[in-house]
């Protein structure tokens, strides 16, 4: 489907490129060709001039925009008959013409025939042009085999250009589109996983939840309480499928929602003492030392859940992959924006994964990730909270320092 849309893309371009260049070579051509039925012209005034001044050699001569008087050739074939109001021919004069007495007959006969003071013989290849005089017709003739020729030239090099021009845009074009359908691309390549990932998740699931409701029918006749292990087993599965959908229903809406800035002002200072005291205990039970260096009044403007949700993602996420009797440390302080940095000590996340620790379902370590319970969906709902309250989030993490995730989000005016 990228492919076609690509393809489609070029074609497109294409397309309007050649009707916008085909158009003005095209109208080039048209000018280039007017000029040389004008030129043309002006050969067939001079011709006549030169005629008339053949049999009055009194007549001004106007030299129809030549004005060399001894001009008498003209790299345009022409000539000029005299014709009596018998149409006998009294004087023919050639202007570098190879015309015999046959070819000027019947050329005369042919602007006789055409009855118009001016035209052309497409067989003889002329254009003639007619003064009528009282006692006799003066008319000129040019041959248009040059002014053929060079249409034909002009046509033929405006057909090179426009193909020359046609195969580099195409070139150009082809690259463009791939620059431009890569986001897509890459898009596409993450929904794709995406669905893939959140399959695999429901999966394990739905298994553990069919196959506890399995033994609960293959005892039809024990009561609840001796079945209370598996009964347990499909609320405990039945909780973290239900966590695991509402997370990619947030994921879905905020996709949908676009990057709307959330509306209201949220007291950032209490939220984050808000959350360390709610993962005291769970700090205690693994072992480990809660820190935090809160300063007090800084508000943000956003939505004080979602943000309550982020120090909490960033704080289990801490816990859960501390060091055993290792140190976890949630610092928020002032600068030009709020800046709160959730660090904990331990072994270092590998740089390779770092740039990836913000994707959904991706896993640093899949086989903790999973015996900590995790989706691998906590840190993209974070960077998507951070992203809707117009934030940013990064992760620095080296041996001997541990890991810090830092958030930056713009404080609320007062």
């Known amino acids: 489907m990228l492919k076609k849309l690509r393809w489609k893309f ?13 158009t003005a070579l095209a109208v ?22 030169r005629g ?64 118009t003071p001016s035209g052309e013989l497409k067989d003889l290849g002329l254009r003639f042009l007619v003064e009528s005089g009282s006692l006799r017709l003066n008319i000129a003739f040019a041959s248009l085999d040059w002014e053929r020729s060079a249409i034909r030239r002009q046509a033929a090099t405006a057909a090179l250009v426009l193909a020359a021009a046609l ?19 890459e898009s596409w390549k993450r929904q794709r996983q995406f669905v893939a990932d959140a399959s695999h998740e ?66 950032l200072s209490a939220l984050c003492e808000d959350c360390v005291m709610s993962f005291e205990p769970v700090a205690f039970e693994a072992g480990l030392t809660l820190n935090s260096r809160i300063a007090p009044g800084l508000s943000a403007a956003g939505d004080g859940e979602e943000l309550r949700r982020l120090c909490a993602i960033l704080l289990d996420n801490a816990c859960k992959y501390c060091e055993p009797g290792g140190t976890v440390t949630v610092t928020l302080e002032r600068t030009e924006r709020a800046v709160l940095t959730v660090h904990n000590t331990g072994e270092p996340i590998p740089a390779e994964a770092q740039p990836h620790l913000f994707e959904r379902f991706y896993r640093a370590d899949a086989a903790r990730s999973r015996d900590a319970g995790g989706y691998g969906l906590g840190l993209s709902i974070a960077a998507a ?26 404080l609320c005016s007062a």
């Open 10 to 22: 070029v074609f497109m371009i294409m397309v309007l490129l050649a009707a916008v260049l085909g």
């Open 52 to 115: 008339t001044a053949a049999l009055d050699p009194f007549r001004p001569d106007t030299g129809g925009g030549f004005t060399r008087d001894d001009e008498l050739y003209t790299l345009i074939p022409a000539f000029c008959a005299i014709v009596d109001r018998g149409g006998r021919t009294v004087l023919a004069i050639s202007y570098n013409a190879a015309v015999d007495e046959g070819d000027v007959a019947r050329a005369v006969a042919g602007a006789l025939a055409a009855g």
């Open 202 to 267: 429901l999966k394990t699931p739905l298994t553990v939840l069919l196959a506890d409701a399995d033994i609960l029918l293959d005892h039809p006749g024990d009561t609840i309480e001796n079945q209370r292990r598996w009964v347990e087993h499909l609320r405990g599965e039945g909780l973290r499928m239900k966590g695991l959908v509402e997370d990619l229903l947030y994921l879905a809406r905020g996709d949908a929602a676009g990057l709307a800035r959330p509306q209201g002002r949220a007291d």
């Open 385 to 410: 909270i951070v992203e809707r309250h117009r934030g940013k989030i990064a992760v620095h993490s080296a041996p001997g320092e541990g890991t810090a995730f830092t958030v930056t989000l713009p």
């Open 28 to 49: 080039q051509t048209a000018s280039a060709a007017r000029q040389y039925r004008e030129e043309t012209d002006r050969v067939l005034r001079w011709a006549l001039d």
């Open 167 to 185: 195969a580099g845009f195409f070139a150009v074009s082809a690259a463009l589109s791939r620059w431009l359908v890569r986001p897509v691309e």
